[in-house]
């Protein structure tokens, strides 16, 4: 187990390593870099002047050296202005000589400066990804049992009623994109002139105006069932289709095993195969499907963050890339590679656990 979990972590790191660099190169071909400059600069800048900006800043140095800078294996460039003034990559202008370091990249902890926010990527990335933690860790709080029970009811008895009605509610909410059902949500339980908002109140069954919030910003600083409920329905429904349909089939699979029909047609009753002999086997192919999951929810909720105006990782990935933030994209694409490689070796790894044919061979 030890060396195939060591075998894993090397293909994670090589793949890691050569994801990141081809995110490096597509961050840094020259019209993004002519936009930066002329972002951070003038619009209204000579192609001349473009040129020394980049030049000055180690932006037109071979790619090798430049992703070997950024990694923080090779040193950082400098540059020396005419007037004698030196600043480099991994020092400010002024900074005392003695004080200047050789190296400043990922491997020393260094993200690099975000140029929309004005502050460390490194801190920024870290204060967003926690944020959408918090929602991701709702989500499967609620999604993840859901989704299961659904499941394991519908495939229980194949081609009953309910397996045909559970089919169809887990068809239905994996067919409705979240932009859809999050608008749905809003304007039936968060609006205070349509939906069941108003007649509520106008019953005297709650004194505030709506249900819940339509906005999810409050939630960043104190998420709790009032405002923070629609974003996590919005994303569980989309979410728990998928798992529920792949439970399903397990359990529809299992159910119809050897040692299932034998234990029938001993007497056992039906409650107890499901739970002590069908359950586990039927949640072995379930449990991937759960792990891929989370990436999914890290990358994939920005239409969910930017609806309730929710400024997680999501909605920081939209701001790095419709602003040409390139350390701050290479930083959230680096995270992002991270987690879906993680979470890929979490799932292998609990795979093995789970099934028992595999830990033997």
């Not at 060591?6 to 994801?19: E, P």
């Not at 034998?262 to 586990?280: E, N, P, W």
């Amino acid at each position: 187990m030890g060396l195939f979990i060591l075998r894993r972590l090397g293909v994670m790191l090589l793949t890691a390593l050569c994801l990141t660099f081809i995110v490096f190169w597509l961050t840094n071909l020259y019209p993004n870099l002519e936009k930066l400059a002329k972002t951070q600069g003038n619009f209204r800048m000579s192609d001349e002047a473009v040129t020394s900006y980049l030049e000055n800043r180690g932006y037109l140095q071979p790619l090798p050296v430049k992703f070997g800078q950024w990694l923080g294996v090779l040193p950082g460039w400098v540059t020396e202005r005419p007037d004698g003034e030196t600043f480099g990559r991994c020092f400010a202008a002024g900074t005392p000589e003695l004080a200047r370091p050789t190296r400043c990249g990922i491997l020393q902890g260094d993200w690099g400066f975000s140029t929309v926010f004005k502050e460390p990527v490194g801190s920024t990335v870290l204060t967003r990804l926690a944020l959408t933690g918090k929602l991701m860790l709702c989500v499967l709080l609620l999604m993840v049992p859901s989704a299961l029970l659904v499941g394991v009811l519908a495939g229980m008895r194949e081609g009953s009623k309910l397996d045909r009605s559970l089919s169809t509610f887990s068809i239905a909410t994996t067919a409705t994109p979240e932009y859809v059902s999050g608008v749905i949500f809003i304007a039936v339980l968060a609006s205070s002139r349509f939906g069941l908002s108003p007649l509520l109140n106008e019953w005297g069954l709650m004194e505030s105006k709506t249900l819940f919030l339509g906005s999810a910003t409050s939630a960043m600083d104190d998420a709790n069932f009032w405002n923070f409920f629609l974003p996590v329905l919005t994303i569980s429904l989309y979410g728990m289709g998928y798992i529920a349909r792949m439970t399903r089939a397990s359990m529809t699979e299992v159910m119809t095993a050897q040692y299932i029909r034998t234990a029938r047609l001993k007497g056992v009753k039906f409650s107890d195969i499901v739970l002590k002999h069908a359950l586990r086997n039927a949640l072995i192919a379930p449990f991937t499907v759960i792990m891929l999951q989370i990436p999914w929810l890290l990358n994939g909720v920005v239409i969910v963050e930017t609806l309730f105006n929710y400024k997680g990782f999501g909605w920081l990935l939209v701001q790095a890339a419709g602003n040409n933030d390139i350390e701050l994209l290479l930083a959230v694409s680096v995270v992002s590679v991270a987690v879906v490689l993680l979470t890929q070796l979490i799932s292998d790894i609990g795979y093995v656990y789970l099934n028992p044919r595999i830990r033997i061979s």
